[in-house]
């Protein structure tokens, strides 16, 4: 299929939506193939000059499909209820995401080792990646992680397997994909201005699981009862508690297989980094996929201990006069904060930002009790202050209104100043940062350049 798809792109007219990173990889990869290549986009990315240049015409923003049009390639940007989308489904057009192009333009039939959840995807991805390396294999983490899956499946030689980070919306235009894997670490409510449900969010996520295997998180009751439901020929989970037979999980300090042939011991907790329960279960979704690609023992051993996580991830800065500052900021919806909120027993929370329809009572509420002050900032911010208002109102809350470069130099200030020795200042915003930042990751340099001035001061 992957010959003959990539054929019939020759002489095509493709429409691409989008000119960002996943839309920019689409773009190079059908003019390379002879297709004639049309770009949608509302705004002019910094890419599109480059794409222009090798030969693809721009047609600025469109809210229904060209006539000359044979293929239409979308991007995690155009939402399902986009008009453009919308047209071209009323009018019968196989609309394509970057990750279903890349799985049927796939030479070779590399399996693929997919990850999703609501939270740890990358953790999860990265990990994988480190354990099919120290089996030997040639290898490479994707999707969301640095580079596009399209050019992954190019590749010359190609690779002996991929781990594949996907989200919601790459795979809800995933029609075909077929990994020999497929693991879902966690559901929780996100991204629902995207998908308009949650039942549409889960349905989208549970797409993982069209795999040989289907690989879920048994302590996570709703994930527990779709797993059940999976048609996958084989169901494994995986627990923080004694493993039973079929799953991987915990016991006495050491990360146990009962799933894959006779039972094994796979690591140590201590290997797992970074520290925390909801990265342990991550290190055991890893080490399922590997597993089942069959990775041995020894070697996810060897991958987990020369692992070293991405930055923003709970990633520790400092100690300033006994306080300790942590960084999050890839904590963008509630759930992953409540993951943060639980490995500290006093803290001083740096949240806000774009809560993309999330509610947060009941974070605040299970928290409550753990939080020495909180510090607000961005888009959403009295919706969380609300929150906090209803469930924790002797708590003392800073808000930073200010929305250029001196509002994390204030957020810090704020914090510092409520924080005595044994606390920990923790950004874990529960929030998207588009509404300030150009990304997470931007948002978390902010926080460490603002934290280290604090130590100069």
Known sequence: MAESFAAALAGRVVLVCGARFAGAAAVRTCLRLGAAVNITDSVRTAELPELVAAGASFLGPLTTVPQRTDVLITSPGFPPTHPLLVDALVRGFDVLGEVELAWRLRPGGA?????????????????LESMLRAAGHRTLAVGNVGVSIIDAVSADPPYDSLAVELSSFQLHWSSTVRPRAGALLNLAPDHLDWHGSMDAYAAAKTRIWYADTAIGNDDDPVVRTLLSQARAARRIGFTLAEPKEGQLGVRDGSLVDRAFGEEATLAEVADVRPAGRHNVANALAAAAL???????????????????????????????????????????????????????????????????????????????????????????????????????????????????DRAMTEVVRAAAGFARPGDTVLLAPAAASYDMFSGYAARGQAFAAAVAALGTT
Do not use: C
């Open 111 to 127: 399996p693929w080792l997919a990850v999703t959840g609501t939270n740890g995807k990358t953790t999860t991805v990265r990990m």
């Open 290 to 404: 590997a597993r089942s690609d069959g990775v041995s023992p020894a070697a996810i051993r060897r991958g987990l201990r020369s692992f070293e996580p991405d930055p923003h991830r709970n990633q520790f800065l400092t100690d300033l006069d006994g306080v300790r500052y942590v960084d999050d900021s890839k904590a963008t919806n509630p759930h992953a904060a409540a993951a943060s909120l639980s490995a500290y027993a006093r803290v001083v929370w740096i949240a806000g930002g774009q809560l993309k329809d999330a509610p947060v009572d009941d974070l605040v509420r299970d928290f409550a009790d753990r939080l020495v002050a909180v510090v607000l900032l961005g888009a959403d911010r009295a919706r969380i202050a609300a929150a906090l208002a209803r469930h924790a109102p002797d708590v003392p809350v800073h808000d930073v209104d200010l929305t250029d």
